[in-house]
């Protein structure tokens, strides 16, 4: 069973632009989350998307925006870039609630 | 929702010893689970303790959860170099089934 797949591996945008970030989850996962880690803040629950619905969403600005095709595979989009969004960015996929998440490696988006 | 706080912060241990982490939480979880992070890569999910279980075991891992002390320890046995990583604990709580993630332990296994 392929992983979690997310591309590209790193990208380097400039402030004010814009980028979007892609993820496939496992086949058969329904619910695909996005996380945004950084040394200063850690981990951070961006939004889970389930059957093309945006079912939960953390606390980041409507810069910060998503979505979910049928096919699972979920976009992440962030606007007007600032050099605080250099992060890495972790898409995850599960089966059900009681299991763990499967992580991809991340996008790694430095902002200059 | 709450996040959990890893203890310590770094850890670093020559190969073949035991290491062991904690994670401490406010509030009652529906469950926890802790995760390894290798350098800059994403993150593999370890091990899944629910409320109502004390202690699971997988491989050369075992977590223990206690509820009444609102903590929960991961024991890696017979360390080895390939464990060096950052591990992270990871509760879900309330009615929310997103796990909120700690600061993680960073755990350097010397050969």
């Known amino acids: 069973k392929a992983g979690v797949t997310q591309t590209p591996r790193y990208l380097i945008k400039t402030r004010g632009q814009q980028v979007t970030l892609s993820c496939s989850p496992i086949s058969g996962h329904r619910s695909v989350s996005w996380y945004q880690q950084t040394p200063g803040q850690g981990l951070q629950f961006l939004f889970e998307?389930?059957?093309?619905?945006?079912?939960n969403k953390g606390n980041f600005p409507g810069r910060f925006s998503g979505r979910q095709f049928s096919n699972s595979r979920s976009e992440m989009n962030v606007s007007t870039l600032e050099l605080g969004d250099s992060a890495l960015y972790l898409c995850a996929s599960f089966e059900d609630r009681e299991t763990g998440y499967t992580f991809g490696s991340g996008t790694r988006l430095t902002v200059v | 929702s709450q996040q959990g706080e890893e203890d310590p912060q770094a850890l670093s241990i020559q190969e073949g010893e035991n290491a062991t982490m904690n994670c401490s939480y406010k509030?009652?979880?529906?469950?926890l689970q802790w995760y390894r992070q290798n350098s800059g890569r994403g993150l593999v999910h370890l091990i899944l303790?629910?409320?109502?279980?004390r202690e699971k075991h997988s491989g050369r891992l075992r977590v223990t959860l206690d509820t009444s002390k609102k903590s929960s320890s991961l024991l890696i046995t017979a360390s080895r170099a390939a464990d060096t990583a950052s591990y992270f604990c990871?509760?879900?709580?309330?009615?929310?089934?997103?796990?909120?993630f700690g600061r993680g332990t960073s755990l350097i296994v010397h050969p």
């Open positions: 303790i629910r409320s109502n279980e």
């Open positions: 998307y389930f059957s093309e619905t945006q079912r």
């Open positions: 990871a509760l879900t709580s309330g009615g929310s089934y997103i796990p909120t």
């Open positions: 509030t009652s979880i529906n469950n």
